[in-house]
């Protein structure tokens, strides 16, 4: 009786060893390069990739392979660069990035994947860099501004449909002038 117990516990044990296991990748140093939950053969939990010295570089969660919840980016001194909400592959929720003196770089909303909304740029200070709008179909909407480092207007935009309506360039002194179909092309509108 006890033998066939132990039989079925070690078939039970074995199932759940192939069912669900860890990989690692190494650098040429020893070190933990990545670090992955598999799952029925599929990424599943939490997967790591480090630098070279250790630290971690990011921490992605998966769910039946794919990413699935919040996401985070990491330089190599261990400050936080981005974190990024995930659902079932997608980005899904707002997006932060960071520079490396942990101040905030952007704010991005999106939705399956998507940019839609406000996006909004800081210069590594602080200071507003841009303020940019989207519409539900990821597209530029509305009135897009960027900012010299010292605050004042870099550019206004005006956009409908997707397209440039009117649009005005200034001189970082706060001269300015109409754009030209060269300065919104030069912009990427």
Partial sequence: MNKKISLALVAILATLTLSAEVKETLYPNGNVKYERSYENGKLNGVARAFYENGNLKTKTSFKDGKVHGTTYGFYQNGALKAKIPMKNGKIDGEQKEYYDNKQ???????????????KKVYYSDGNLKAKLHFDDNGVFYGTQ???YA?????????????????????????????????DIENLGF
């Fill in 150 to 182: 010292n605050g004042n207007m870099k550019y206004r935009v005006s956009l409908e449909n997707g397209k440039v309506k009117k649009g005005r360039l200034y001189q970082e002194s706060g001269d300015s002038r109409e754009m030209t179909d060269q």
């Fill in 104 to 118: 905030l770089k952007s704010v991005s909303s999106y939705r399956n994947d998507l940019l839609v909304g406000n």
């Fill in 145 to 147: 501004k960027e900012y």
